[in-house]
């Protein structure tokens, strides 16, 4: 009698609750039980010997993702795994979950290490590389799916697993790709945009949270390293308003006293003798006839029941080895354009108690020589000290045009009447506007002070 059964037998046939049939010179193909495979009542338990490599184990009483084995070990020592651990590679045009989840996990290492786990796009022949694209499900009538991208947890005091967003890397001579991290578009309406965020991890107990690095990639040998831009998103085509950049240290924890985080902008160290990289702080360009944007440098607000407010601190950077000098700071308007006058400097507003200077300020000086006979072709002079030669008693000088607290100090250093005239329409202890100067004696000096945009007052009012 033949061994071999029709698929009609097989179809009629009635198998008992635990089994194992089509037996291969290799082992039996497939194998059932009410219990899983490591349950030591199993039929696949037993000595572990007699499946084929690759049998299939049925688990018929398990649940989810417990119903199905597969023989990853050999016929004499059989090892059934969930298709979950298959080891190797697996090439599969498409995964989907059921409405629970869709899991993909490299395989725990027992004394070694974990299983990798790489998703990659196909490679172009003749065209691009294929996408790969990892997307949070779409919500019904809640929000979508979240979708992560995190190492694996580490063990003990090992640290976590990177994760890592790289773009590909280029081609002999071409750039390499982009990576980006995009907030998603809503689809319709006046929706916002969605949020992208990259943070460190929290830290435990009274461990430090994560760092988060931003960086441009290393220049080549040669070349300049990437740039960095932190840019906040456009404003809508019509009126909507630009984005709000921020750049915030942390918050220190609930209950504690502890101060908040630092926030910099640092320039990048500098090399050999070459200077650090400069770190600037930019107001936006302005439109076609629009001002430029304020750039703001801001103590913190103070706490909410009696907290002062945080101090601001601009310095020149320290000198290190070797007598270094430390660095100079500077504080300057704008260059003007045209006939555009320079932007001013001010220090102090109706809201400051006080300026102090821990050093003496030092102020301009120059030398100037006496000219002309009248305001049109006297010679100009700029606040600050400025040292008067060639006066004759009829030569002079003119002074800048008033602005409130302007100080001019002029020294006349020849044995002459030396004259001094105000600027157009502006007018000098009340004398004459425009033409009438004020005549100081020879080898004297006066101290002249702008009270509002036209007068100028000398301090003594006689010249000494």
């Not at 899983?36 to 037993?46: E, G, L």
């Not at 993702?65 to 597969?70: A, D, L, P, Q, R």
């Not at 992560?148 to 990177?162: P, R």
């Not at 009274?206 to 441009?216: E, N, P, Q, R, V």
């Amino acid at each position: 009698m033949s061994r071999h059964r029709t698929a009609a037998d097989l179809k009629g046939s009635y198998f008992p609750a635990r089994g194992k049939a089509f037996k291969t010179p290799g082992g039996y193909l497939l194998a059932w039980d009410t219990v899983a495979p490591s349950d030591s009542a199993c039929i696949a338990y037993d000595a572990k010997t007699g499946f084929a490599a690759g049998a299939i184990f049925v688990h018929t009483d398990g649940t989810a993702g417990e119903k199905f084995y597969v023989n990853e070990g050999t016929v004499l020592s059989a090892n059934f795994d969930a298709p979950s651990e298959i080891a190797g590679a697996i090439t599969a045009t498409a995964l989907t979950g059921t409405d629970a989840s869709l899991g993909i996990a490299g395989i725990a290492g027992s004394t070694g290490n974990g299983g990798a786990v790489a998703i990659v796009g196909g490679a172009g022949d003749t065209g691009l590389g294929g996408a790969v694209t990892a997307t949070g499900g779409a919500g019904s009538s809640e929000a979508g799916g979240a979708a992560s991208l995190a190492g694996g947890a580490g063990n003990g005091a090992k640290a976590g697993g990177a994760a890592g967003v790289t773009g590909g890397a280029g081609g002999a001579a071409g750039a390499g790709g982009a990576a980006s991290i995009a907030g998603g578009v809503p689809a319709s309406g006046n929706a916002a945009g969605g949020a992208a965020s990259v943070a460190g991890g929290a830290g435990s107990g009274t461990g430090a949270g994560g760092a988060t690095t931003i960086g441009s990639g290393a220049g080549g040998a040669t070349g300049a390293g990437g740039a960095l831009a932190v840019t906040a998103g456009a404003g809508g085509a019509t009126s909507g308003a630009a984005g709000t950049s921020i750049i915030t240290g942390g918050a220190a924890g609930a209950g504690t006293n502890t101060a908040g985080g630092l926030a910099r902008v640092a320039g990048g160290a500098g090399n050999g003798n070459l200077a650090g990289g400069a770190a600037y702080l930019t107001g936006g360009a302005g439109g076609a006839t629009g001002a430029g944007g304020v750039s703001y440098v801001t103590g913190g607000a103070g706490g909410s029941t009696s907290g002062t407010g945080g101090a601001v601190v601009v310095a020149g950077g320290a000198g290190t080895d070797g007598d270094a000098d430390g660095g100079a700071l500077s504080l300057r308007g704008g260059n003007a354009e045209g006939t555009g006058t320079d932007g001013a400097i001010a220090i102090g507003d109706s809201n400051t108690s006080s300026v102090t200077f821990g050093v003496m300020p030092r102020i301009p000086c120059a030398t100037v020589a006496a000219d002309g006979t009248t305001n049109a072709d006297a010679a100009a002079v700029t606040t600050g000290f400025t040292l008067v030669t060639g006066a004759d008693a009829s030569k002079g000088v003119i002074l800048p045009t008033a602005v409130a607290g302007a100080q001019c100090i002029i020294k006349n250093v020849v044995a002459a009447v030396l004259k001094i005239y105000p600027g157009a329409s502006d007018q000098i202890n009340d004398l004459t506007a425009t033409t009438g100067s004020l005549d100081i004696a020879a080898s004297t000096s006066v101290l002249l002070v702008a009270y509002d945009a036209t007068d100028w007052y000398s301090v003594p009012l006689l010249p000494s």
